[in-house]
C-alpha cells in the first residue's frame, strides 16, 4: 500500500526530529575532538592531502574516486548528514526507512494502527494462557460437533415422523447399524420357528437396593443401586439399569402386549445381556407401583429412591423360561452383539399405572426389525 500524505509528513518529520538529535551528538563528538587537538592530544590529517604543483599526474594509475561518506572517519558529522540525505532523497514508499549511523541501522518503529485490534493472548474461561493453536484446534472441535440435545445425545432422534425409527440410520454415520444391521432388536418371536432344546436357567441375583429414576427424554429409567446381577451361559452380568417402553417391542406368535420392562446388564468384557419382562393389563403391579409414586414429571429430572426400596425379584414372572436371541439395542446406535433373553410368561400392571406412563410416553417402541435368519433359542 502507498502511505498517504499525512503519514509521510509524520514519518519525515520524526526522521528529521531523530536527525536532529543525531547531528546533535555527532557534533558534540566533533567538539570534542576539537578540543582534545587543541591540547595536543590528537591530530588530525586531512582527507586528501593536496598535491605538489611540479608533480606530474601518473597515466597508469586509476583514476581517483570521489570522495563518498563512507571514505570519512566514524566520528565526522558530516558522515551522518551525508546518510540522512541520502535517504530522505529516495522518498521511499516502504513502512521503513532504514538510516546506518556507523555500523548499525537506525530503523523507527512501526506506528500502531489506532482502528486495529488489539492483540491477545487465547485464555480459557479461568484465566489461563492456553498454548499455541489452541484457539483454532477448539474452533475447529466446535465446527465438528453439533450442539447437544436436550436428551444429552448430539442427535434428537424420535419414535415418530422425520426423526423416527425408519430415519435413524441416516441421522448419523454412528447410527448406520440402525439400518444396515442383520442382527436388529425387537423381533418378532415365533414358537414355530425356535429351536426347543436345553438352555441354561438364568441365575438371578438381585436384593433390595435404592437408586435414582430419571426421566430421559425418551422413557423412564431407574438407575439402581446395589449388587444386583444374573449369571448366564457361563458369564456373569451385572445390573446396570432398567427402562420401559409402550407398547411392548416385543411381539411373541403375533401377539403384542401392553409395556414391556428391559433390565440392562454387562460383563467385565463390556458385553450386553438384556432381560426383557413383557406386561399385559391386569392387577396393579406392586413393584411398578414404587418406582411411579416417585416417576420424574420433566425431562432430565431425575429423584432419588429410598435405600433398600427395590428388590428386582417382585418383577420377574414365576416361570422363569425364556427365549434367547443375539440381537441390539432397540435405541441409537442400535450396537449388535446383545444377548436377549425374553421371558416367555408376562407378567400384569394396573389399566391407572399404564394411563400414567402414557401420559408422558404415547408410544416409545421401536418396530419390529428382520430376524435374518437368525437362531432362536426356546429355554424349555
Request: glycine content about 8%.
Amino acid at each position: 500500500m502507498t502511505p498517504s500524505a499525512p503519514r509521510r509528513h509524520t514519518r519525515h518529520t520524526a526522521l528529521h526530529l531523530a536527525c536532529a538529535m543525531v547531528l546533535g551528538i555527532a557534533a558534540s563528538a566533533a567538539h570534542a575532538n576539537g578540543a582534545a587537538s587543541a591540547h595536543g592530544t590528537v591530530v588530525q590529517e586531512p582527507a586528501h592531502a593536496p598535491a605538489p604543483a611540479s608533480a606530474k599526474p601518473d597515466v597508469h594509475a586509476p583514476a581517483a574516486k570521489a570522495p563518498v561518506a563512507a571514505q570519512r572517519t566514524p566520528g565526522d558529522p558530516q558522515l551522518v548528514v551525508d546518510r540522512i540525505s541520502a535517504a530522505l532523497s529516495k522518498q521511499s514508499d516502504q513502512n521503513k526507512l532504514h538510516v546506518l549511523v556507523g555500523d548499525e541501522p537506525l530503523v523507527p518503529k512501526p506506528q500502531a494502527d489506532p482502528h486495529a485490534a488489539p492483540a491477545r493472548k487465547a485464555r480459557s474461561a479461568h484465566g489461563a494462557v492456553q498454548p499455541h493453536g489452541y484457539t483454532k484446534a477448539r474452533a475447529a472441535a466446535l465446527a465438528g460437533h453439533a450442539a447437544p440435545s436436550a436428551h444429552g445425545g448430539e442427535v434428537h432422534w424420535e419414535y415418530e415422523g422425520e426423526h423416527g425409527p425408519e430415519h435413524w440410520g441416516q441421522m448419523k454415520s454412528d447410527f448406520n447399524a440402525c439400518s444396515s444391521g442383520k442382527r436388529q432388536s425387537p423381533i418378532h418371536i415365533q414358537s414355530t420357528d425356535t429351536a426347543p432344546g436345553p438352555a441354561e436357567p438364568i441365575e438371578f441375583h438381585y436384593s433390595g437396593s435404592g437408586g435414582s429414576v430419571v426421566n430421559n427424554g425418551h422413557t423412564i429409567q431407574v438407575d439402581p443401586m446395589g449388587h444386583n446381577w444374573i449369571k448366564v451361559r457361563g458369564s456373569v452380568y451385572q445390573l446396570v439399569q432398567f427402562h420401559f417402553h409402550h407398547p411392548a417391542e416385543e411381539k411373541v406368535n403375533y401377539k403384542g402386549f401392553a409395556m414391556v420392562a428391559h433390565l440392562v446388564h454387562k460383563n467385565e468384557a463390556g458385553q450386553l445381556a438384556v432381560v426383557a419382562v413383557l406386561m399385559d393389563v391386569g392387577t396393579n403391579n406392586t413393584f411398578l407401583q414404587k418406582v411411579w409414586t416417585r416417576m420424574p414429571l420433566d425431562t432430565q429430572d431425575r429423584v432419588p429412591l429410598p435405600d433398600e426400596l427395590l428388590d428386582l425379584n417382585e418383577l420377574l414372572p414365576s416361570d422363569q423360561r425364556y427365549y434367547q436371541f443375539m440381537g441390539s439395542l432397540t435405541t441409537p446406535p442400535c450396537s449388535e452383539g446383545v444377548l436377549w433373553m425374553v421371558m416367555k410368561q408376562p407378567v400384569t400392571l394396573g389399566a391407572d399405572q399404564l394411563k400414567l406412563f402414557t401420559k408422558l410416553f404415547p408410544m416409545n417402541a421401536r418396530p419390529v426389525q428382520a430376524v435374518n435368519g437368525r437362531l432362536v433359542r426356546e429355554a424349555m
